[in-house]
């Protein structure tokens, strides 16, 4: 069997063990199982996390001093830009759409939601302006202080500057470049055997999920669920594949059976930083990208572009709007896509973080920021969709971005 089939037969046995454990929740068998798989799921991201840090600093810095010295990387990153504007607007404006069309949350009572919402501690104001305050105070920092808390959006900033500078140098910091490259080969062969692991990482972390989440809860907003997971799967289905054959000239069928590794462990993990390295290893060695492309692309990808999450977001704050029977104006509903923009480029890869910077979303129009508590014991299951679109979009943008480098670059 290929290590792709099994990580495929691994996800559907998850699926059903989890349900098996969900139905009997108590003894010792649940409680035996539980620990097993807990350690199982621990010890695969454990490990993706471990290599994480280290890989984004090499890639960075060996794909943008690959890219600076072909004199490619301003071209480069002036079309991961456009495409990362351009596929986040799609999302935000076919959540928003979609929001209306089904009229999520409007006739449903929000007295049912009281509780939840009277319970949950109001977390801090968090406006635009403060985001944006602490984003810059939380990226510009000691990168040493950076690696060791896993800060990525800092690691990615301080591979940039190194990066640039390995070029500027030139011929005096040859050694240091050719070490970053040996860096990221040893990087690279050890998240080869990692996936090795995949299939008992994914059987365990979705065994783990569907047997400790509690999927009656989906019901009470099962409206809502159900459109905003369609809405999202028809955007990684429909609007990314079509943009990817348009601007990418690729087959959407050749691009999802080589991605299908990291797409499943987007869904098992909800992470799209745990599940980078699997992504770039779709990207380079599936997809054809080039390594300077996709080591660029992909590490910053995965922190400032997130479809899904964006889409998320609007559908919700829209959700929560009709929900309080409050309509909102065409320019509310601009802010919202805005603050939903800014909040998906901050927020981290990590699960629910998008729940985090969604209490921005919902005060940039006056919304209670009390009401993601409606939302919050269905967000573990929603999140597992969105992150497979985040990363979806990530590895897409590094296919149209080579395209087109590639293709200027064979010109010169
Ligand atoms: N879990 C998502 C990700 O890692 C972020 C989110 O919560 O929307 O991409």
């Not at 079309?79 to 929001?99: D, E, K, P, S």
């Not at 569907?210 to 799967?233: K, M, P, Q, Y």
């Not at 920021?369 to 939302?375: D, F, K, N, T, Y």
Request: with cysteine.
């Amino acid at each position: 069997m290929s290590l792709n089939t099994q990580i495929l037969v691994a996800a559907i046995l998850g699926l059903i063990f989890g349900y098996v454990l969900n139905l009997f929740p108590n003894g010792a068998f649940f409680s035996a199982s539980l620990y097993g798989i807990g350690i199982a799921s621990s010890i695969f991201i454990g490990l993706l996390k471990m290599l994480l840090i280290p890989l984004i600093f090499s890639s960075i810095v060996v794909g943008v001093s690959n890219l600076q010295a072909g004199g490619q990387f301003v071209r480069v990153w002036k079309i991961t830009v456009m495409c990362c504007i351009t596929t986040t607007t799609l999302a935000l404006a076919l959540g928003l759409a979609c929001a209306h069309l089904f009229e999520v949350g409007k006739g449903v009572d929000i007295a049912m939601f009281q509780d939840a919402m009277t319970q949950h501690q109001s977390p801090d104001t968090l406006t635009p302006s403060s985001f944006i305050t602490n984003f810059i105070q939380n990226t510009l920092i000691n990168p040493f202080k950076a690696f060791s808390d896993g800060n990525v959006l800092a690691v990615v900033l301080f591979a940039l500057f190194v990066g640039v500078a390995l070029v500027k140098g030139g011929e005096r910091f040859k050694a240091v470049r050719s070490l970053s490259q040996q860096f990221f080969d040893i990087m690279m062969m050890m998240i080869g055997w990692v996936m090795k692991l995949a299939p008992l990482g994914i059987f365990a972390l979705l065994a783990k999920l569907v047997a400790t989440e509690d999927i009656s809860v989906l019901s009470r907003l099962a409206e809502f669920a159900v459109v905003v997971t369609g809405t999202t799967i028809f955007h990684g289905a429909v609007v990314l594949p079509l943009l990817l054959w348009v601007f990418g000239k690729m087959n959407p069928i050749t691009f999802f059976k080589g991605t299908k590794t990291a797409l499943i462990t987007a869904f098992a993990t909800s992470s799209s930083s745990a599940t980078m390295p699997l992504s770039l290893k779709c990207a380079q060695e599936n997809l054809g990208v080039r390594p300077q492309t996709a080591g660029f692309v992909i590490p910053i990808g995965t922190q400032l572009n997130m479809d899904g999450t964006a889409l998320y977001e609007a559908a919700a704050a829209l959700f929560i709007a009709n929900l309080m029977g409050l309509d909102l104006s065409l320019g509310q509903q601009l802010i919202v896509c805005l603050t939903a923009m800014i909040a998906s480029l901050g927020a981290p890869g990590i699960p629910s973080a998008g729940m985090v910077t969604m209490i921005m979303v919902l005060q940039s129009v006056g919304l209670p920021a009390e009401a993601i508590a409606i939302l919050l014991p269905i967000d573990r299951l929603l999140d597992t969709v969105r992150t497979v679109v985040n990363v979806q979009g990530d590895m897409m943008i590094s296919v149209v971005v080579d395209h087109h480098t590639k293709q200027a670059a064979e010109k010169t």
